[in-house]
């Protein structure tokens, strides 16, 4: 079992930058993907970002496509999750998630482990 924690959540103001860390502990395999969701108060949890524990390949939610970034120190088994130009729209609690397959889905219930969240909150 992949245990999950992640860091960096705050208060930033809108245009800012946060970078969210996740460390992983546990066996990570090499087929494993590594996943942030967000959720704000009263809606679902929503995908944000997502790469295969082993490739460069990364895949981005419409919502934040060329502004956030996905990254991964295998070395550390640590997933980031860098964070630029926020809006008030991105407030909510981020998660990271591992998924025991190198296929990417969006799914939240398609991903196996989760860590505990880290709230973001953008001010206007």
């Known amino acids: 079992q992949v245990q999950l924690v992640e860091s960096g959540g705050g208060l930033v103001q809108a245009g800012g930058s946060l970078r969210l860390s996740c460390t992983a502990s546990?066996?990570?395999?090499?087929?494993?993907?590594m996943g942030w969701f967000r959720q704000a108060p009263g809606k679902e949890r929503e995908f944000v970002a997502a790469?295969?524990?082993?490739?460069?390949?990364?895949f981005y939610s419409d919502s934040v496509k060329g502004r956030f970034a996905i990254s991964r120190d295998n070395a550390k088994n640590t997933v980031y999750l860098q964070m630029n130009s926020l809006q008030p729209e991105d407030s909510a609690v981020y998660y990271c998630?591992?998924?025991?397959?190198?296929?990417?889905?969006?799914?939240?219930?398609?991903?196996?482990?989760w860590g505990q969240g880290t709230q973001v909150t953008v001010s206007t």
């Open positions: 546990g066996r990570i395999l090499s087929t494993y993907t």
């Open positions: 998630a591992a998924r025991h397959s190198p296929v990417v889905v969006r799914t939240p219930s398609d991903f196996n482990s």
């Open positions: 790469t295969p524990w082993t490739s460069t390949v990364t």
